[in-house]
């Protein structure tokens, strides 16, 4: 029997469409939902799932006086850039004009495409810095460059541990970028670089042995990361190894995700992605979700959650569901005005880069706390 492609249709915006008569308008996403990343990928859908559901209760949107809804289309590329192609191509053909997606090979991959002949609203959920390189006009960038991360993370750990640093980190296009410029930063310090031992986070099982190898050169902090599940298993198999030094996690990775994995303890020492719910602001927000998901959120689910709305708002300024264009024209605006009670984080607006500018916060986790670290405002952008 031929496979059904892995669609997910939001049933309460049909219902709500049917009865109030409204325009269903079709929201694209292709990410991870099957394969090592598929909790990557289901986190990044729930938070748009949470918003589209929100809207569409409100009785949706008013574009040009109509009443409009949302329905979420979502495509498994199971993290496959390839099959990130393939999915947009296919939902550009059925009239969708934003598409969301949360891998960076996949958004570089379909970047080009955006300005085709049809063209659509790319939401990128990527922290790859390349993504504004790219210039592309009809991008959205939701999280932070993963660079702002960077420097603040390395002087904290050589401060904590010493100058020596290990490499397990995924294997991913995103991993090797992350390890590179770490490695640079981390010399740039003062610091020495021991040998990459970074492996495949999606199709790894038993990561004793990478462990084994990084450690076997003393290293004082360990740089990880790639999807939170398997980030916490390459953490237990250093803590099991006697491993008693700091950790980089790669910004993929979360510690509320984590410590579901390993004791927290295991987390001593590390830097990383400060979790949401230490954010100001964040907790009617982390209460709503965890009801509606039984899990703690994720900045997959609150970036997601906030993008959703953004575009929601930009369309209704714009006047338009399907001119791209005009609708990244006033994506700005649109996030500028956006309730706190929809964007989760303090957000300022877009840059013309198509960036959102909303602040940034890091942490230092140590015996439970978090001690938070906020980066420079000249990276932000």
């Given amino acids: 029997m031929k496979k059904a492609p892995a669609l997910l249709l939001s049933l309460a915006a049909l219902a709500l469409a049917a009865s109030a008569q409204a325009k269903?308008?079709?929201?694209?996403?292709?990410?991870?939902?099957?394969?090592?990343?598929?909790?990557?990928?289901?986190?990044?859908?729930?938070?748009?799932?949470?918003?589209?559901?929100?809207?569409?209760?409100?009785?949706?949107?008013?574009?040009?006086?109509?009443?409009?809804?949302?329905?979420?289309?979502?495509?498994?590329?199971?993290?496959?850039?390839?099959?990130?192609?393939?999915?947009?191509?296919?939902?550009?053909s059925q009239g969708v004009s934003t598409i969301f997606v949360p891998h960076a090979g996949g958004i570089l991959t379909v970047q080009p495409l955006t300005t085709k002949d049809p063209n659509f609203l790319l939401v990128a959920y990527s922290s790859e810095p390349n993504i504004l390189k790219a210039n592309n006009p009809l991008t959205l960038m939701l999280p932070p460059r993963y660079d702002n991360y960077v420097a603040p993370f390395v002087q904290k750990e050589i401060g904590a541990f010493g100058k020596k640093l290990g490499l397990v980190g995924t294997t991913s296009a995103y991993g090797k970028a992350w390890a590179g410029v770490v490695s640079a930063e981390w010399q740039k310090q003062g610091g020495t670089v021991g040998t990459d031992n970074g492996v495949d986070y999606s199709t790894t099982v038993d990561y004793s042995s990478a462990v084994t190898k990084a450690l076997a050169e003393k290293p004082d902090v360990l740089f990880v990361g790639g999807p939170s599940q398997p980030t916490a298993l390459v953490v237990k198999a250093a803590r099991e190894q006697g491993f008693k030094g700091g950790f980089i996690v790669m910004d993929q990775a979360k510690f509320e995700q984590m410590n579901q994995v390993v004791p927290q303890s295991y987390l001593n020492g590390a830097v990383g992605v400060l979790p949401v719910a230490q954010f100001p602001g964040t907790q009617v927000f982390v209460n709503q979700y965890s009801r509606k998901y039984k899990k703690i959120p994720t900045s997959e689910a609150a970036l997601n959650y906030m993008g959703m709305n953004i575009v929601a708002a930009a369309m209704s300024a714009a006047g338009t569901t399907d001119d791209a264009v005009a609708i990244r024209a006033k994506l700005a605006t649109a996030a500028a005005s956006l309730p706190r009670t929809k964007s989760i984080f303090k957000i300022n607006g877009v840059t013309d880069q198509g960036h959102v500018d909303a602040d940034v916060l890091a942490a230092y986790l140590q015996d439970g706390n978090f001690t938070k670290l906020r980066l420079p405002a000249t990276l932000l952008k």
């Fill in 24 to 92: 269903v308008v079709n929201i694209g996403y292709s990410g991870p939902l099957s394969g090592g990343a598929a909790s990557y990928g289901k986190d990044c859908q729930s938070g748009l799932l949470m918003a589209i559901d929100e809207i569409n209760a409100a009785g949706g949107i008013t574009v040009k006086g109509e009443k409009v809804t949302f329905n979420l289309v979502s495509l498994d590329d199971r993290y496959l850039p390839n099959e990130t192609a393939t999915n947009v191509k296919r939902l550009t």
